[in-house]
């Protein structure tokens, strides 16, 4: 199935670093969403996305719904070693289905 | 904390076996999409339900099929249970104002199911 290319794939960081990761697709997306998933569990929403330009922060957490709808960034501010997980993109189209798409994956490693 | 739950956490099936995984969405969520997340990988979209009624499908074959009630809870059913079926299976749980507008979802936990 279709899958956004996300990146990096992984970083190791140390603790206090800033984080920047990308999100970039070939389709429009009406929406994007963020998530942080630990190992065993379900993706939890960081910051949802609703217009394109539009930049929203969620504590140390800032994120981007690129202009020409295709792509997203989030920055991460002053890493702790809690931030260690997977982070997802996952764009969301209007249509028939509301069906996600997600990113690769970015997986975030905290030294400290 | 979403408020979704899913039964059971893990589950362990032979391959031509039937599998029922169960969700409990957020109390008034009206819609519900299930995921399968392979490892290493993010979550693939199964098929969604509004209202009780399927929403829309991913590229999944058919012995994968679904149930949604008016509880807020849904089921999703696995057939002839493959190798390749071995993933994290997730349910999300959103309120849509119509079928196929744009909302924010939430996920469960997850199962995870071993196929041997």
């Known amino acids: 199935g279709q899958q956004l290319n996300q990146s990096p794939q992984s970083m190791f960081i140390q603790e206090g670093e800033d984080v920047s990761m990308n999100c970039t697709s070939s389709?429009?997306?009406?929406?994007w969403l963020w998530y942080k998933q630990d190992p065993g569990e379900g993706p939890v929403l960081l910051i949802a996305?609703?217009?394109?330009?539009e930049l929203t922060s969620n504590g140390r957490l800032t994120a981007q719904f690129g202009i020409t709808r295709k792509d997203s960034f989030l920055n991460i501010s002053a890493s702790i070693p809690s931030d260690v997980g997977i982070y997802f993109c996952?764009?969301?189209?209007?249509?028939?289905?509301?069906?996600?798409?997600f990113g690769t994956g970015t997986r975030l490693q905290v030294t400290l | 904390e979403t408020g979704v739950t899913q039964s059971p956490t893990h589950l362990i099936k032979t391959r031509g076996q039937q599998v029922t995984l169960r969700c409990s969405s957020q109390?008034?969520?009206?819609?519900v999409s299930w995921y399968q997340q392979a490892l290493g990988q993010g979550p693939q979209f199964i098929f969604q339900?509004?209202?009780?009624?399927?929403?829309g499908r991913g590229n999944f074959p058919p012995r994968f099929s679904g149930l949604q009630f008016p509880n807020y809870s849904s089921e999703l059913n696995v057939n002839a249970l493959e190798l390749d079926d071995s993933a994290l299976y997730l349910c999300?749980?959103?309120?849509?104002?119509?079928?196929?507008?744009?909302?924010?979802?939430?996920f469960g936990p997850g199962t995870r199911l071993l196929v041997l």
């Open positions: 999300a749980s959103s309120l849509a104002p119509a079928p196929g507008v744009g909302e924010t979802q939430y």
């Open positions: 389709s429009i997306f009406n929406t």
């Open positions: 996305l609703y217009k394109a330009g």
């Open positions: 996952a764009g969301l189209p209007t249509g028939t289905a509301s069906k996600l798409t």
């Open positions: 109390s008034g969520h009206n819609t």
């Open positions: 339900y509004y209202r009780e009624e399927e929403n």
